[in-house]
């Protein structure tokens, strides 16, 4: 059975059981930005998934977004809401530089944890959240929503069918202008863990390592701003008989699509790829194209994914592992060294 498919089966299965049993996985959000707004907004079209708690070190923040997002407790700290027995996993949506903390906090209250990407600033905070989450015998995954979007997995099992013959090109980028930002904004601080390669410089990054694996090599240059942070950032990775070239940045408006050239096709992933709704298979000239309307903005087959790993009791998922989190994390540490001149 294909790989795709079989993975859809299981989804419909676990749905399945959870309504007909009537279980939902209990949820609970700590750290209330934009992104936890995107991610709440898409927890409620879940059915088999519930909204039990938010924290905020802000707890007016955090009654107003228990309200509008239908949650049943507030928490003005993290930590009570880590240790609230009714929920089950936790999604961590802090800044870059509170992941590792938070993340193996609220493992040593034995929640399972959906963390936000990049899951570390480097491969030592992954392996020690990692090592906490093994220990501790908690779910923990890292967040990194693209894998599980449906475009991308139509264009990876078209790789595996030899649709395109061998892979030797792929082209990703993700970038918008916004070198207007503050200086204090977490882009543009470092002590936020700013810069565009750990905020958008994941996604193309794993796109090549989800379609092409780990590079021989990496070559990459970067433009800084006044921070100190990196705001372009141009990689090329280096395969034994492939190349990607990747590129993140907040200095110019882009389309973003992305593309994988093959010995006999190409893939064309429509921009903003990382979140793609169709997906392009050219053949000699003869085009065949797939559209995936999603529920939501996107987040929602992440979330059924750890839905359906904390039901089964998974410690982590077959489809973006803890060894897959820390490949990644160890590419971008590659590329930091660098763009850093390491």
Request: contains cysteine; aromatic residues 10%.
């Amino acid at each position: 059975m294909d790989y795709f498919v079989g993975y859809k089966i299981l989804n419909w299965i676990l749905k399945f059981i959870q309504l007909t049993m009537g279980k939902k996985i209990k949820w609970g959000i700590a750290g209330l930005g934009n992104i936890a707004r995107k991610f709440a907004g898409d927890l409620k079209l879940v059915p088999q998934a519930e909204l039990v708690g938010v924290a905020s070190v802000d707890g007016d923040r955090a009654i107003a977004f228990q309200e509008e997002f239908d949650g049943k407790k507030a928490y003005d700290n993290y930590d009570d809401l880590y240790r609230d027995p009714e929920i089950e996993v936790v999604y961590i949506a802090s800044l870059n530089q509170n992941h590792k903390a938070m993340t193996i906090a609220a493992l040593q209250a034995g929640k399972g944890v959906l963390c936000e990407k990049p899951l570390g600033l480097n491969k030592g905070e992954i392996q020690a959240m990692i090592a906490m989450a093994q220990k501790q015998n908690c779910f923990l995954m890292e967040a990194l929503w693209s894998r599980f979007n449906p475009a991308i997995q139509k264009a990876k099992q078209w790789i595996k069918e030899g649709q395109i013959g061998d892979p030797k090109f792929l082209y990703a980028e993700f970038s918008f202008y916004r070198l207007d930002l503050d200086p204090f904004h977490r882009l543009m601080d470092p002590k936020k863990g700013g810069g565009v390669l750990l905020d958008l410089g994941v996604y193309p990054l794993f796109l090549a390592y989800f379609i092409l694996g780990r590079p021989k090599n990496i070559v990459a240059q970067c433009i800084s701003a006044k921070t100190g942070v990196d705001v372009q950032t141009s990689m090329i990775l280096q395969y034994e008989n492939a190349q990607a070239l990747l590129y993140c940045g907040v200095a110019n408006d882009s389309d973003n699509h992305a593309k994988i050239g093959g010995t006999k096709g190409e893939i064309l992933l429509h921009g903003f790829w990382h979140n793609a709704q169709k997906v392009q298979l050219t053949q000699s000239g003869a085009i065949t194209q797939e559209d995936f309307s999603s529920l939501g903005i996107g987040y929602v087959p992440e979330i059924e994914e750890v839905n359906r790993c904390i039901a089964y009791g998974k410690k982590e998922s077959e489809l973006w592992s803890h060894k897959d989190a820390l490949e990644l994390g160890r590419m971008v540490e590659q590329v930091f060294e660098k763009i850093k001149g390491k």
